[in-house]
């Protein structure tokens, strides 16, 4: 049974926007922490933004102020709207929830490892 799945990658240019959307069962969208990570090519993932059941956010450093993170509750998605693209923003984007209350450290190389349901992914890239 498919938890967690990703849509909305692409391509785009450097300075252009893009929305990658997380499709959830109904039972991790109302009681898990949902968050995005990013993994770069021979890197570990790292956190982007994450959101709590109650709306609770909290963003990582590598990418705030150009990104939000929100949840559809019509559609039981989690999104991640992404601005001002850089071609350094290239990379595998993944969504994940946790059982765990939400961390502050979203961009802390630990977080990862409180995160047990992962999507396969979606891919971004951007061009210079």
């Known amino acids: 049974q498919v938890q967690l799945a990703e849509s909305g990658g692409g391509s785009v240019q450097t300075g252009g926007s893009l929305r990658v959307s997380c499709e959830a069962s109904?039972?991790?969208?109302?009681?898990?922490?949902m968050a995005w990570f990013r993994q770069f090519p021979g890197k570990e993932r790292e956190g982007i933004a994450a959101?709590?059941?109650?709306?609770?956010?909290v963003y990582a450093d590598t990418m705030k102020g150009r990104v939000t993170i929100s949840k559809d509750n019509a559609k039981k998605t989690l999104d991640l709207q992404m601005n001002s693209l850089k071609p350094e923003d290239t990379a595998m984007y993944y969504c994940?929830?946790?059982?765990?209350?939400?961390?502050?450290?979203?961009?802390?190389?630990?977080?990862?490892?409180?995160?047990?349901?992962w999507g396969k992914g979606t891919q971004v890239t951007v061009s210079s």
């Open positions: 994940a929830a946790s059982s765990h209350p939400i961390a502050a450290r979203i961009g802390a190389s630990s977080a990862r490892n409180l995160y047990g349901f």
């Open positions: 959101i709590d059941h109650g709306g609770t956010t």
């Open positions: 109904e039972f991790i969208y109302s009681s898990f922490t």
